[in-house]
């Protein structure tokens, strides 16, 4: 996992509230989160979850994509690779529009969930490397 940069996460989610002219505490509010959690994100002092950034960008209507670049979770190159996904699911004319919808859900809800994994242990790319060796069975005496 790549090392998050905080301080530039927070100078760019400042950026995209001002933008969105939104306070820090409606911001906050929208978000679910504290006004101080928030402005100690702002300033480079917290270092948010995934989850956290993908409710900071549900609430500032942007991709939770574009935080996770921010915060280092997320390689810019993966990101345009994961773009060509959608895209080709949405050309697709072999398969209807609510097929695409669901496809599209599944496939969002599978990187989500990657990528609070990644954010939560470095390991998740690896699921084996956390693994215990298994304990010999106990023979009976």
């Keep these: 996992m790549a090392s ?22 409606q911001l906050a509010e929208a978000a679910g989160v504290s006004n101080p959690y928030l ?16 409710q900071l960008a549900k609430a500032l209507r942007i991709s939770a994509e574009s935080l996770y670049v921010q915060a280092g979770i ?11 996904v959608p ?21 969002e809800s599978f990187r989500k969930e990657n990528a609070q994994q990644r954010a939560a242990a470095p390991d998740a790319a690896d699921p084996h490397a956390a693994e215990a060796p298994a304990a010999e069975p106990r023979q009976a005496e």
């Design 74 to 84: 997320l390689d810019e190159r993966d990101r345009e690779d994961l773009l060509q």
């Design 39 to 54: 402005s100690q994100i702002e300033r480079g002092l917290r270092k948010p979850s995934a989850e956290i950034l993908q």
């Design 87 to 107: 895209a080709a699911i949405l050309a697709d004319s072999t398969i209807n529009e609510q097929q695409k919808q669901a496809l599209l859900q599944i496939y």
């Design 4 to 25: 998050l940069n905080v301080g530039n996460l927070g100078e760019f989610l400042r950026e995209q509230r001002r933008t969105a002219k939104l306070s820090l505490r």
